[in-house]
C-alpha cells in the first residue's frame, strides 16, 4: 500500500531503497518558504542500519505488512535460538539478535509470534509479560521505607531488576519483559 511522505507515522514498517525500515521517529515541518516535508529516523530491520531521511508530501513510500505467524521456543544454541511452527512443526533457528535483549526472557515452551517478511524472520515478539523467581535480593537497609524505594534482585535467568524491599528470595514474580520492571508478585 502507498503512503505519502507526510502520512508516515512511528511503528510503520516501509520499503525504501530496496530495504525494509521500522520508523522510530519523526518530525513534520512546514517552512515558511518550500512546501511541508516530514523527516523520519527508521531502522533496517535485516541489517540494523539507521535512515535519517526526509520525504517532502509529494514523495510516496510503500508500506509493508508484515506476516505473522504462531511459533514456540524451544532452547538455545550457542548464538541461535530455535523455534517451532506450531502448524507444521517445523524448525528455524534464529539469531539472538533478531530477538534483542529480551532474549534472556525465553523459556523452554514458550509461545511467541514471529514477524515474516517474504517468509524471512524479522522480529519476535514475547509474551508482555514472564513470572520468575528471585534467586538473589539484597537486604533492606533500615530506615528504607519510602514507598518509592526499591532494591536490585537477580532472577532466575540471571536478568537484575529492581524490586519492592518486602521481596525475598524465593519469590516469585511477574516482570514486564520490554521494560524489564516488576509488575507484581505473581499468583
Known amino acids: 500500500m502507498k503512503i505519502t511522505g507526510v502520512e508516515i507515522r512511528p511503528g510503520n514498517i516501509i520499503e525504501y531503497e530496496g530495504g525494509i525500515w521500522k520508523v522510530t521517529k519523526i518530525q513534520h515541518t512546514q517552512p515558511g518558504k518550500g512546501g511541508a516535508y516530514m523527516q523520519v529516523e527508521a531502522k533496517n530491520l535485516i541489517d540494523g542500519r539507521k535512515l535519517n531521511n526526509r520525504f517532502r508530501s509529494a514523495d510516496t513510500v510503500e508500506k509493508v505488512r508484515l506476516d505473522t505467524k504462531d511459533f514456540q521456543f524451544l532452547y538455545a544454541e550457542g548464538d541461535d535460538l530455535v523455534f517451532m511452527d506450531k502448524d507444521s512443526f517445523e524448525q528455524i533457528n534464529i539469531g539472538k539478535d533478531v530477538v534483542g535483549e529480551a532474549h534472556e526472557f525465553l523459556q523452554d515452551g514458550m509461545d511467541v509470534v514471529l514477524e515474516l517478511w ?70
Request: proline fraction near 7%.
Open 118 to 187: 517474504e517468509e524471512r524472520p524479522i522480529s519476535v515478539e514475547l509474551p508482555e509479560t514472564i513470572e520468575a523467581t528471585i534467586v538473589e535480593a539484597d537486604a533492606v537497609v533500615k530506615g528504607q521505607t519510602a514507598s518509592s524505594s526499591y532494591k536490585p534482585a537477580i532472577l532466575d535467568n540471571g536478568v537484575r531488576v529492581m524490586v519492592p524491599p518486602h521481596i525475598t528470595s524465593g519469590t516469585r514474580i511477574v516482570v514486564h519483559v520490554y521494560d524489564r520492571e516488576y509488575v507484581r508478585r505473581a499468583d
